[in-house]
């Protein structure tokens, strides 16, 4: 039996358009253009997990502005200071699924593929930390994309 598919969702610089809302001087929430469409189509085939670090409420109003809150389960929210703190926790509360864990911070990634061999990473190369990253030595995501668009096809045939 197949196991059950299970994405993990970091916020800003994956869904949220963060370079906006700093342009903006903190008005504008918005989300990439593709990621309504991507969400709607993911939702059917896929569990919806945020996974994400700053603080709790910031985050949550950033996920009900844009409108994606409705994709998530309360209880599929993991939002906390610290990613990499939760990041054991959330991998074994999700480890009966087959675990997708899209991010834009490679070393995230990189630790999570050391936790979990299986988890299959995939690096939103966009926003200021992907332009700054530095290959990490030994470490290369299962998937590397530009636009969220680009995850349907790779987690559909999967």
Request: aromatic residues 10%; positive net charge.
């Amino acid at each position: 039996m197949k196991k059950q598919k299970i994405i993990l969702f970091d916020i800003d610089y994956t869904l949220f358009n963060t370079d906006v809302f700093k342009e903006t001087q903190l008005k504008k929430h918005s989300v990439y253009n593709e990621v309504h469409g991507v969400l709607e189509k993911l939702s059917k085939i896929a569990q919806l997990v945020i996974f994400s670090e700053g603080e709790i409420d910031f985050q949550k109003t950033k996920l009900e502005k844009t409108d994606i809150k409705k994709y998530f389960k309360e209880q599929n929210l993991h939002i906390s200071k610290s990613k990499i703190d939760k990041l054991r926790q959330v991998l074994n509360r999700y480890s009966h699924g087959q675990i997708f864990f899209v991010d834009d911070k490679l070393s995230i990634l990189h630790d999570a593929k050391k936790l979990l061999s299986d988890v299959f990473t995939i690096w939103v190369k966009r926003g200021i930390y992907a332009k700054n990253q530095k290959p990490i030595l030994g470490f290369k995501p299962d998937a590397t994309i530009d636009n969220l668009k680009e995850i349907i096809s790779i987690i559909h045939n999967s």
